[in-house]
């Protein structure tokens, strides 16, 4: 359950606002992901990094901008979000990409 | 790239009945078939996976089954219970190449009735 940890668990911001989510990893994968998770779409991939590397941006727009600073570590900066960025932001590893994902916990983002 | 098509998206059925979900998929390369579960509220959770050179995998009360003519896959589950009650997510990929990580299907609510 703690392999894969995300802060903050809830975020509530206006759209003007600029906050960044966390998401970190204690399985020594090498490949992290951005999901967003709404009722519209179950799970949508955003990005997924391999070895730090950036290898799919699923046309997402530009005020979500991802950041791994390590293989350990992804970061998901967010600035002028829309009231329908609000769902929740799942990050998930694997061992290498295609491997079977472990989830974080989720980060319940508010956009008002 | 691949395409998942998950149904039914809702699936009620008695304690004690059996649940299937099925899934199918667009590319016949793909050779892993992992199915997660989330409860409300929760992260999404490997329950069983199944790779391409078997065509039936079981644990306890779960079983899932892949025909890689047909390009579908189903999860089973025998004699339900109320923990049962999640959406569960199918994906499908080829494990060990490419760059674009899980296809999941839309998920389907299992409701299991008292």
């Known amino acids: 359950e703690t392999g894969v940890t995300q802060t903050p668990r809830h975020l509530v911001m206006g759209m003007t606002n600029k906050k960044s989510l966390k998401c970190e990893q204690h399985l020594g994968h090498n490949a992290m992901y951005w999901y967003k998770q709404s009722a519209k779409k179950p799970l949508e991939l955003m990005f997924v990094y391999s070895l730090e590397e950036r290898v799919e941006n699923n046309s997402v727009p530009s005020r979500f901008s991802p950041e791994c600073p390590n293989s350990s570590h992804l970061f998901l900066h967010l600035h002028t979000l829309q009231p329908e960025d609000s769902a929740l932001y799942l990050c998930a590893s694997s061992h290498n990409v295609r491997d079977t994902q472990y989830f974080g916990p989720g980060t319940r983002l508010t956009v008002l | 790239g691949e395409n998942v098509e998950q149904h039914p998206s809702t699936l009620s059925v008695q304690e004690g009945d059996s649940a299937v979900i099925k899934c199918t998929y667009s590319?016949?390369?793909?050779?892993?078939f992992p199915w997660y579960k989330q409860e409300l509220g929760k992260r999404p959770q490997l329950i069983i996976d199944i790779r391409s050179n078997v065509g039936e995998k079981k644990d306890q009360r779960i079983a899932v089954t892949l025909n890689k003519t047909a390009k579908h896959f189903s999860l089973h589950i025998t004699e339900t219970q109320p923990e049962d009650s999640a959406v569960y997510f199918c994906a499908a990929t080829i494990s060990g190449g490419g760059a674009d990580g899980l296809t999941f299907g839309k998920g389907t609510h299992l409701i299991i009735q008292p």
């Open positions: 590319d016949s390369a793909s050779n892993y």
